[in-house]
């Protein structure tokens, strides 16, 4: 499925991948991610709004992805790699480090969620190189 050069499967395909990669990274490490905030995993309760905010947030993730992919040359599962790795790391992890260090946020957490972030932008990465744009 693609028009005007964007494959929407790939975008649909990379962003539902990547809310599953949170599903399970936080299915996992909830009770380390609970208490590196301070809390329990019973201080949390699922709010259908935060998943659907999620799920547009990786569907977006993965149309820009799919841009900047599209933008380095040859659609390939190794490019499609290398950008979400240079995406996460001059973006996402310095974001989120920042963020995190002035709301005193400990180190775990911000291991806990780079890492998270790190997953889902390298397996978007190759799902779009995989798929192409």
Known sequence: MEFAGINYLAI???????FMVGGV???????AWAQAQGK?????????????????SQLVMAFVLSGV???????????????????WA???????????AFQGARFSLT???G???????LV???IIGAFGV
């Not at 649909?12 to 990547?18: E, K, L, N």
């Not at 329990?40 to 547009?56: G, M, N, Y």
Request: aromatic share 10%.
């Open 12 to 18: 649909a395909i990379a962003g539902v991948a990547g």
């Open 69 to 87: 992919i599209g933008h380095v040359g040859d659609v390939t599962i190794y490019r499609g790699v290398i950008s979400g790795l240079f995406i």
């Open 124 to 126: 978007m990465g190759a």
């Open 40 to 56: 329990t995993k019973d201080d949390f309760k699922p709010q259908p709004k935060l998943f659907v905010i999620a799920i547009i």
């Open 90 to 100: 001059g973006f996402v992890a310095t974001s989120l480090a920042t963020n995190h």
């Open 111 to 113: 291991l806990i969620d």
């Open 25 to 31: 990274w936080y299915t996992v490490l909830g009770s």
């Open 115 to 121: 890492g998270h972030w790190l997953i889902v932008l």
